[in-house]
Nanobody, 126 residues
């Protein structure tokens, strides 16, 4: 069993940065594929980024809408995954969810993930 707790959301202006954190307990995140999804009001939950530590390197995949602006990283010692979000836009406003799956590989769909956090709100004003 894995418990995920997100933090770091808030209200910012367009162009600002935020760093979200996802603290994992129960198992070390290095054995899981970790993902970030987001859900805006009235919209489906959408993929943002996923990461998998292979032991020698880190594989990652980003949604086109955030590529070049968002960066996922992890701290094994803290069992925490981060999402650095730069150059934020109003369309980035959503609840951001951290997710985990033990399945090997990089997964981009909601159904592929077994564990979810409670979400953290990000609001970007124009």
């Amino acid at each position: 069993q894995v418990q995920l707790v997100e933090s770091g959301g808030g209200l910012v202006q367009a162009g600002d940065s935020l760093r979200l954190s996802c603290a994992a307990s129960g198992r070390t995140f290095s054995t899981y594929t970790m993902g970030w999804f987001r859900q805006a009001p009235g919209k489906e939950r959408e993929f943002v980024v996923a990461m998998r530590w292979t032991g020698r390197t880190t594989l990652s995949s980003y949604a086109d809408s955030v590529k070049g602006r968002f960066t996922i990283s992890g701290d094994n010692a803290k069992n925490t995954v981060y999402l650095q979000m730069n150059s934020l836009k109003p369309e980035d406003s959503a609840i951001y969810y951290c997710a985990a799956t033990s399945k090997m590989g990089i997964w981009r769909t909601r159904a592929d993930y077994d564990y979810w956090g409670q979400g953290t709100q990000v609001t970007v004003s124009s």
